[in-house]
Each structure stands twice: as C-alpha cells, then as structure tokens.
C-alpha cells in the first residue's frame, strides 16, 4: 500500500496546478507528434503481397479495388 503524504488544500491546490500544466504540454506534444506523423512521406508498397480472403486470394490493389482507403468493417455482438 502507498503512504500518501497530508497536507494543506494549498499544497494540494499547488500540485494539482502542476500537474495540470504537465497534462497540457504532454496533451501539445502528442498533438504535434500526430502531425508530424502525418507529414511522414509515403512510400510505394513494391511487394506483391497476397490475401486470404472469402473470394480466395487478392493481392493488395485488389482489395482497395480503386479507393484510396479500405473499407472500415465494423462486427457488433448482439446479446
């Protein structure tokens, strides 16, 4: 079990202050490393990879069959 220290509301008040601070920059930095993740250049896939789908194998282009983006497929478990 942790020992927590006791103190005064101020001294509670004082850190919680810091440590909103520390949340927000923290909460900055991953913001500007999303960015940053997004400016990454793309690169050619060059490999032929190959899939096992329900319609048997399909390389890479095939399963984006012209769009930019796979489809996003969602399974939802009924009760």
């Given at each position: 079990?942790?020992?927590?220290?006791?103190?005064?509301?101020?001294?509670?008040?004082?850190?919680?202050?810091?440590?909103?601070?520390?949340?927000?920059?923290?909460?900055?930095l991953?913001?500007?490393?999303?960015?940053?993740?997004?400016?990454?250049?793309?690169?050619?896939?060059?490999?032929?990879?190959?899939?096992?789908t329900?319609?048997?194998?399909?390389?890479?282009?095939e399963?984006?069959d012209?769009?930019?983006?796979?489809?996003?497929?969602?399974?939802?478990?009924?009760?």
């Open positions: 079990m942790t020992d927590h220290k006791i103190g005064t509301r101020e001294q509670w008040q004082a850190a919680r202050d810091e440590l909103a601070n520390l949340e927000a920059e923290h909460a900055e991953g913001q500007r490393a999303t960015e940053q993740r997004r400016q990454l250049p793309w690169v050619p896939v060059e490999k032929e990879y190959q899939f096992d329900e319609h048997g194998k399909k390389t890479l282009a399963l984006f012209g769009r930019s983006q796979l489809p996003r497929v969602q399974h939802h478990v009924r009760a």
